[in-house]
């Protein structure tokens, strides 16, 4: 296609959904409250062609900035150009959660012009689904059994990841690995244990047999102390990086730990185009890739779904659950998100479209 495609207006959308049950862990416990609502905008990109690229972004104030910051930048812009419009986005703008949106639009557009979808613009399938982990808040003991025996039983088996990191842990983590019934866990410390905490609370649950896929942020990041909890532990560790620069991937890299065997790739901040960059480098290194939620809808979801099936690097099981938490979803139909894996849709683009009703009934002024 040799014809621009010339970005025109941003259209802005921003939501309130419920969750199915208060959303906890250890940071919305150090703030005294839990998350209630799926608080996010949907990003219309539309163009002279006609054809609209959806995205979503978070945070307060979202549509002034993408109003204010970011359609003035993009206008007039060709919307097939997706690295240089990335690229210069980023240097004139920077790279809040706004910019995954766009990036997400951008690729919606392209597959939509070439009527294809979006895992064929990275490249095709190397795999056909995208494996997925259950992700337990904090509940009650009771709780979280009885959400791990039906998760489990209706497919997710890869592992059980659990957030960790208060007092009266252990008690939870046992009840939960006899829940699982053989299903790995992931603990997930949110880095809320130092060190030896750390090594002392997980040794006693490898001593109890309880099997661990990973172990996610076991203590304030420092891979030295990672090294040393994978070694005495025998188990691997998942960390975020990459949060703010792709200085802390090279950082990683560099470091050479092999106990470090995943980095969890904040998917909603960098978009498609830089995961897919980042699974890549941490191939050359040896070091596997998932992607972590921040919570989102269907458009996200959808979005993380494709860059999963087309990245070739080792891809341990995410926990981008999106739709499945919250009492109701953006999408007019329902992802492919069954026995404990995640098929991207194959329409041409995101391969998705947006419910207007749950749009309206949802609306918030932000």
């Known amino acids: 296609m040799s014809e621009k495609i010339r970005i025109t207006r941003i259209e802005t959308a921003s939501v309130s959904i419920p969750y199915k049950f208060p959303w906890r862990n250890r940071h919305t416990e150090e703030r005294g409250y839990p998350m209630t609502h799926l608080e996010t905008t949907v990003l219309k990109v539309h163009t002279d062609a006609g054809i609209v690229g959806l995205g979503e972004t978070r945070g307060k104030g979202a549509r002034k900035v993408v109003a204010e910051r970011f359609e003035p ?216 890739w998932s992607m972590g939620t921040s919570h989102e809808s269907g458009i996200k979801t959808a979005a993380a779904l494709h860059t999963g099936v087309a990245v070739r690097n080792r891809l341990y099981p995410a926990d981008v659950l999106g739709p499945m938490l919250f009492v109701d979803d953006v999408l007019a139909g329902p992802l492919d998100m069954g026995g404990g894996y995640g098929t991207p849709p194959d329409g041409p683009g995101l391969g998705i479209e947006l419910d207007e009703e749950v749009l309206r009934k949802y609306a918030v002024q932000d």
């Open 73 to 288: 930048f993009l206008k007039g812009r060709d919307a097939l150009q997706i690295e240089r419009v990335l690229t210069d986005l980023e240097e004139a703008v920077g790279r809040s959660g706004a910019f995954g949106g766009i990036d997400f639009a951008l690729h919606d557009i392209a597959g939509k012009a070439l009527g294809v979808p979006v895992y064929q613009l990275l490249g095709g399938k190397v795999r056909d689904r995208v494996p997925l982990v259950w992700t337990l808040a904090y509940r009650s003991s009771v709780e979280q059994v009885a959400e791990t025996r039906q998760r489990v039983a209706e497919g997710f088996t890869h592992a059980v990841k659990m957030k960790v990191g208060v007092k009266g842990d252990l008690e939870h983590v046992l009840a939960v690995a006899e829940a699982a019934g053989g299903a790995p866990l992931r603990p997930d410390d949110n880095q809320g244990h130092d060190r030896e905490t750390a090594l002392r609370q997980f040794r006693v649950l490898k001593e109890k047999g309880v099997p661990l896929e990973l172990l996610e942020d076991p203590s304030p990041s420092n891979w030295d102390d990672y090294q040393m909890l994978a070694e005495a532990l025998d188990v691997g560790i998942s960390v975020h990086a990459g949060w703010s620069s792709l200085k802390d991937i090279g950082d990683l890299i560099r470091a050479n730990k092999p106990g470090i065997r995943c980095v969890n790739v904040t998917f909603a901040q960098w978009g498609i185009r830089r995961t897919a960059q980042i699974a890549g480098a941490l191939e050359c290194a040896g070091i596997g």
